[in-house]
């Protein structure tokens, strides 16, 4: 038997202010799209801002629904209406942050699996890397050059050919 270790590298900003001039905007936009996420049920607030290579910014929040599970999170909403919009034009870099109305949340909150996924499903059609920038609602904010660097073993179309 062998072991296989996988390793990853992710970038640490102790604040906004240490990012880029751009991603410091498309983060404002992220936290202007969270506050007005509908989350009447989790109180649990995320924002999403997409920099596409067109120059566009696409937003989503996520929209909860009294039947879980059919509300969607912020990156898939900003994924799929990028998609639906603006079709085949590369998304170059995501930011996303995250609110409690119950509690502080100063830790750098990832996707989760499943817009984990459907970010994976970009970057793969688009050929190239989406780079993602995320953090709670304060502090930290950590960046990923690649999907692939929070999704090491993405399932895409490979398997299914």
Request: overall charge negative; some cysteine.
């Amino acid at each position: 038997m062998k072991k296989l270790k996988i390793e990853t590298t992710l970038d640490v900003f102790d604040s906004v202010s240490e990012l880029p001039q751009e991603i410091q905007e498309l983060m404002n936009k992220a936290q202007q799209a969270r506050e007005k996420a509908y989350a009447p049920y989790s109180s649990f607030k995320v924002g999403a801002a997409m920099q596409l290579a067109n120059g566009e910014v696409v937003l989503g929040n996520n929209q909860e629904n009294a039947a879980y599970p059919s509300g969607l999170c912020a990156e898939r909403v900003a994924i799929f209406y990028a998609g639906a919009t603006y079709p085949g034009v590369a998304i170059d870099s995501i930011a996303l942050t995250v609110r409690s109305l119950e509690h502080k949340v100063d830790t750098p909150t990832p996707p989760c699996g499943a817009c984990r996924q459907a970010i994976a499903e970009y970057e793969v059609n688009q050929k190239s890397p989406i780079k993602i920038y995320f953090m709670g609602e304060t502090g930290k904010v950590v960046m990923a050059d690649s999907i692939k660097v929070l999704l090491p073993f993405i399932f895409d179309n490979t398997f299914l050919k």
